[in-house]
Every structure is written in C-alpha cells, then in structure tokens.
C-alpha cells in the first residue's frame, strides 16, 4: 500500500495534467473543445479536493460531486463552505460534458470552468505542504 504524503503527491500530479489540458485545449483553433475543457477543469478541481482529502486522511466514498467532497472536507476546515457554490458549477461536467446530454459550454462557460478549478487549486494548496 502506498504511504499518504506518495498518494497525496499522485492526486496533485493528477490534477495539474487535467489544467494543463484544460487551459492547452483552449488555444485550440478555430474551434476549442468547450466540452472538454471543461471536463478537465471539473476533474483537476476534483482531483485537488481529493489530494487534500488523503492529506488529511479523510475518507471518502467515490463520488464527481465537488459540492459533496467540498463538505467533507469542510469538517476539517471550516473555510470550505465558502467555496462549494462555485465547486459546485464544475460538477455536471464530471459525466454530462462527455456524453450528448447537455448543451454544449460556450466560451465563457469553459474560461470560468478554468478559473473555478485554479481558485480551488490556489485555496488548497494554501492548505497543503509543498508539493516538492
């Protein structure tokens, strides 16, 4: 079993090639893949929240619904709450943005999608130790 500061590391390595993706998807021409980028953006915040999770040993049951795991972790940080409104904004596109069952984002929709998941990212790794 892997110990938790290496599996804590593997969600942030995680994490950082989903916003890779998500903000080198965008430069794509003529078109960038709203849907995708967005998808990226859900699972890099995703991705963070869970890192900080195992950090703090937290258990948690398998779930894409941020404004749940941002409760979770709420009971170890309080200041949590203060962000489950926007995490909850990336949630749908976890399963829905894969799948022809909503309506494609738009350009605005996948630079907030973007900007939601480095808000979270910077919140928590002000929480965390370095990622070194």
Known sequence: MKDNLQYFKEWIKKAEKDLITAKHLFSIQ?????????FHS???AEKYIK?????????????HDLGELMGIASTKDNNFIELIDIAEKLTDYAVDARYPVME?????????????????????????????
Request: glycine share 0%; aromatic share 10%.
């Open 30 to 38: 003529p078109t960038p893949p709203y849907d995708i980028i967005c």
């Open 42 to 44: 859900q699972q890099c």
């Open 51 to 63: 890192a900080y999770l195992v950090y703090m040993e937290i258990e948690f049951e398998k779930t």
């Open 104 to 132: 494609e984002p738009n350009k605005e929709e996948a630079k907030e999608a973007i900007e939601i998941a480095e808000k979270i990212k910077d919140f928590i790794l002000k929480r965390l130790p370095s990622n070194d």
